[in-house]
């Protein structure tokens, strides 16, 4: 099972590329997510029970094959990944058919699979050069469907992507090569048995630099964020909902997955600066990026510009070096794709019916399309954090990290990037609501856009009621990743 | 059939939104939708009869419905406190909705389905916050309350609507957010636990300096008792209908903020702790300062509604200050004096709108000679009038007479010396107006010959007026119930 949830979808591309335009390609990545979707609840449940699943890539053993390898952590992930593709492939038919001409569906489609195949393929492998192999494949993809955006200004913003994105990655592959040449091994649990013996070596430093810049890059971390709000605004609605609730958060996983298993956080943050250097720019990041959200015109930019912000929240977390603080940036990866998701879809309904996004046409919005601006409201309250939402338990385990740290100023940044984020939301909702329209004409969008956008929604609002799975894969992998933190073996 | 305790501690919560489902759906019909509002305020206050019945006999109940994170649930318990909130508040939703019923018939008001389903959900929040048996319940239920009163301020729609409710909304979210969250995150990492236990759960586990730190931002975060610098929103809340004053002022709103603070003070940090803490006298400055202050603004205010608004802000500062002083009857005196307050209040926003229905009159100055053209208004204008100085035979009588006693316990000359000042101030901005309305003639010849407002408006301030008066002589059961809360740890 554990290969498969890779493969098919990687062969599911092809196939939908060879299939005729129309729906078709559609109808075949639907079922080709929710395979995925079925594979990864029972791998998820497995990899609960078990600890740790472990596939051998042609029968060979590690370190010598490729290995495939599924703890509590990357069950998380695979689980997000597959659930967003099977709430949102559903909603992209009608979405992209509306923004895509029609000839171009089956490459659409097979981008669209061979994104996920990626994805999916970086978060189980246990093997550090195949995670620059799924990194390409999924970047590729992504390229090409953010230049499938109707807007002229798509192309520029998937070449300015390709650029930042392929710079990303090379600096990756020259990290891993450094660490190759070094160990002369590429499987993760080995490299982290041997990189200890020669972790003074100026060459491990220099393999860990350019690993975190590379993944920096891929995560879009303040600075090295510029590629990121032109990308999500000028791509076509389904592929930003689905970028943002997944592309950044496997990025996310990769760094975590460098500092706490490969290098370890020892190396990381007791030999290495790492925390000296991701906290200041995310709370640099977090705070900036929501105040320019505030002026932004298109909200879609404006979304765009918070997800920035929200990976300020995620890097502070790993960068707390506790059980607790990564327990809180893994559990806002999850419930940050959740409410993201939910208010692209949201803004997907939006551009469908009346072709953009700015602010300037939200008049009278939740008179005209009262289910969509409710799934709005909704998603924005849960960005805030207001309670029963799922961002209300993202805050309070990130709060709470902070306090056990006697990290106040930090307790302050996150406090005062949740009330920007109530300035931003509430721009939107004020206009929508207490403007009247220039057109009242009811013009809500069709069931395949809004029964996708409210199990989003649903979902919000499920994972902030009920935490047991969340909070304990989360829990559990923290735990997991930690354990050289706390004196044991790593 | 009568439920069992548990059962109707539920069914308190549940009773008014399924009230608010049913007012949506009957939105077509008024007079079956604002019948099915009477019903449902009636067959709340009934299941809370049904849980004071059960309290007298001391029953212990406690009711947990869901686990949201380990060790932290949504749990509803009854005590003393909560019980007279929840009366308190379920029995004048009864009185103000015969009143708005009136009102925005007599007004022809706009949007009247959501007026009442929004108003019906406020009600589903404030019984939250009453038997909330952890301060994570009553947070969630806090929110709760705050979201579903903005509709009701903006409920105008035009810019001076607009720009109050997002004043009302910004204050109240950025200080529950801001400051209330944090410091009840900060309860859960010192304590463990963030359950309401007689005795508090947090003595020992804290220096005084930063007890005091923790208590000033419980004291400001929640941001609906409107001690100053965070009491703005109050002010400019009054750009709401009549009806929705009486919600924010008297039936649950402000009364869930005070009621809060009493809580936290007497619960969470425990009256024995406290009293050890001698910086805790700055807190006592803060809000003795809040009362002074508010009650010259009051003197100062030439809109009915917005002296009333400034008089609710030093009266819920008594509330608070009476709560601050540590000492078992002026505990008592916070408790009784909500409920004193409430019924003051009520009655004179009642006056007020009752006269802005009948003679649009919204001026102190317009109000020369009208007692002789609504003499049953302004009677109980009067009698509300007296209880905010606290003269008898009012109620407001009775709770300032537990609170001075209260500062004699504890010799704390500073408290008396507040309460002299605040109860001439008050004098010096009632009695001039019921002077103006009974014995000046009206100077100029009146645009409307105009009588009382409509007989439902009559009827429901007539009754909170009696409601004043009654109250100085039966109080017993209430402070009776109220020394319940003195029980230490048992």
């Known amino acids: 099972m554990l290969p498969l949830i890779v493969v098919v979808p990687m062969l599911g591309a092809a196939v939908a590329a060879l299939l005729p335009a129309g729906r078709l390609p559609w109808l075949w990545a639907t079922a080709v997510s929710w395979f995925m979707l079925w594979a990864a609840a029972g791998l998820a449940a497995q990899a609960m029970d078990l600890g740790v699943l472990s596939y051998w890539m042609g029968g060979w053993a590690p370190p010598f094959g490729i290995e495939y390898r599924l703890d509590p952590a990357n069950a998380l992930l695979a689980l997000l990944i597959a659930l967003l593709a099977a709430v949102v492939l559903p909603y992209a038919g009608p979405s992209l058919a509306s923004e895509v001409p029609e000839r171009k569906t089956p490459y659409l489609y097979a981008a669209l699979l061979l994104f996920l195949a990626g994805q999916m393929g970086i978060s189980v492998t246990g093997d550090a050069f195949n995670v620059f192999v799924f990194l390409e494949i999924s970047s590729l993809a992504t390229y090409t469907l953010i230049g499938l955006g109707r807007d002229r200004r798509a192309l520029t913003a998937s070449f300015s992507y390709l650029i930042m994105g392929t710079v990303g990655a090379t600096f990756f592959l020259i990290g891993v090569g450094l660490l190759y040449a070094l160990t002369g091994t590429l499987n993760m649990a080995d490299l982290a048995a041997r990189i200890p013996a020669v972790a003074e070596t100026r060459t491990v430093h220099t393999a860990f630099a350019f690993i975190v810049v590379g993944v920096c890059l891929k995560l879009a971390l303040f600075p090295l964020h510029l590629w990121l709000p032109n990308a999500y605004t000028y791509a076509p609605s389904a592929v930003t909902a689905l970028m943002a609730a997944t592309a950044t958060k496997v990025a996310i996983y990769v760094l975590v997955r460098f500092i706490y298993t490969v290098f370890g956080p020892a190396f990381a943050f007791g030999d290495m600066p790492t925390a000296h250097l991701l906290v200041p720019l995310a709370v640099i990041g977090l705070l900036s990026t929501s105040v320019v959200a505030i002026g932004q015109g298109d909200i879609k930019r404006m979304l765009a510009y918070s997800s920035v912000a929200q990976i300020g929240y995620m890097v502070l977390g790993i960068g707390m070096a506790t059980a607790l603080g990564l327990t809180a940036a893994l559990l806002h990866v999850f419930n940050h794709a959740l409410m993201k998701g939910a208010l692209f879809l949201a803004l997907g309904c939006i551009a469908y019916r009346l072709g953009t996004t700015q602010l300037a046409v939200f008049p009278g919005l939740g008179r005209r399309m009262p289910w969509t601006m409710a799934a709005f409201v909704a998603g924005g309250l849960s960005l805030i954090g207001v309670p029963l939402t799922v961002g209300f338990i993202s805050k309070w385990h990130l709060v709470l990290a902070a306090i056990e740290l006697g990290w106040w100023p930090i307790v302050a940044v996150i406090i005062v990037g949740s009330l920007l984020a109530i300035i931003y939301i509430w721009r939107v909702v004020e206009v929508a609501y207490l403007q009247p329209a220039e057109d009242p004409g009811r013009c809500e969008a069709p069931l395949a856009l809004l029964v996708p956008t409210w199990i989003l929604v649903g979902l919000n609002f499920w994972f902030g009621i009920d935490t047991r799975v969340t909070i304990g894969i989360a829990e559990r992998a923290a735990a997991m990743l930690t354990v050289g933190l706390n004196g044991g073996a790593p | ?490």
């Open chain 2, 1 to 490: 059939m009568i439920p069992s305790a548990s059962t109707a501690l539920e069914i308190a919560i549940l009773v008014p939104l399924v009230g608010a489902l049913l007012i949506v759906l009957t939105g077509k019909r008024p007079n079956l939708r604002e019948t099915v509002t009477l019903v449902t305020a009636v067959a709340l206050f009934g299941v809370v009869l049904r849980i004071l019945w059960s309290l007298r006999r001391e029953e212990v109940i406690e009711i947990t419905l869901i686990e949201m994170m380990p060790g932290l649930s949504i749990a509803f318990h009854t005590e003393p406190l909560s019980i007279l909130f929840a009366l308190l508040a379920s029995f004048l939703w009864i009185v103000t909705s015969v009143y708005s019923i009136g009102y925005m018939r007599g007004n022809n008001e706009q949007h009247q389905t959501r007026f009442y389903a929004c108003f019906a959900i406020a009600l589903s929040g404030a019984m939250g916050v009453a038997f909330a048996a952890n301060l994570l319940t009553l947070f969630v239920f806090y929110e709760v309350l705050t979201l579903s009163t903005y509709p009701l301020v903006a409920h105008k729609g035009d810019e001076k609507a607009k720009q109050g409710a997002r004043t009302y909304l910004g204050i109240l979210l950025a200080t529950s957010i801001g400051l209330f969250l944090p410091a009840i995150i900060w309860t859960y990492s010192v304590a463990g636990t963030l359950d309401f236990r007689p005795g508090g759960i947090l003595e020992g586990r804290l220096s005084g300096g930063l007890a005091t730190v923790l208590l000033l931002l419980f004291v400001l975060g929640v941001g609906k008792a409107a001690v100053m610098p965070v009491h703005r929103w109050l002010p400019a809340a009054m750009v709401a209908p009549t009806p929705v004053s009486a919600l924010l002022h008297a039936v649950a709103v402000v009364k869930a903020g005070v009621f809060t603070i009493t809580k936290i003070v007497i619960y969470i940090f425990g009256l024995d702790f406290l009293v050890e803490v001698p910086t805790e006298r700055l807190l006592v400055y803060l809000v003795g300062f809040t009362i002074i202050a508010a009650s010259t603004v009051a003197l100062r205010q030439t809109n009915i509604k917005r002296m009333l608004a400034y008089s609710t802000i030093s009266q819920l500062s008594y509330i608070v200050l009476a709560a601050l002083v540590l000492a078992p009857l002026s505990e008592i005196g916070a408790a009784v004096h909500i409920v004193a307050h409430a019924f003051g209040k009520i009655t004179l926003f009642f006056a007020a709108g009752a006269i802005y229905i009948a003679s649009r009159k919204t001026e102190i100055t317009q109000l020369s000679g009208i007692g002789r053209r609504m003499p049953w208004t302004m009677a109980a204008f009067a009698i509300g009038g007296l209880s905010m100085v606290g003269v008898p035979p009012t109620a407001g009588f009775v709770s300032k007479w537990y609170m001075i006693a209260g500062a004699f316990q504890n010799d704390n000359y500073f408290v008396l010396a507040v309460l002299v000042i605040a109860t001439a101030l008050n004098a010096a901005y009632f009695l001039p107006i019921v002077f103006r309305a009974f014995f000046d003639t009206e100077d100029e010849p009146p645009q409307k010959d105009h009588g009382e407002a409509p007989w439902p408006m009559v009827a429901a301030l007539t009754t909170t007026a009696a409601l004043v008066l009654l109250f100085f002589v039966f109080n017993g059961p209430v402070v009776d119930l109220e020394y319940g809360i003195l029980k230490g740890p048992e």
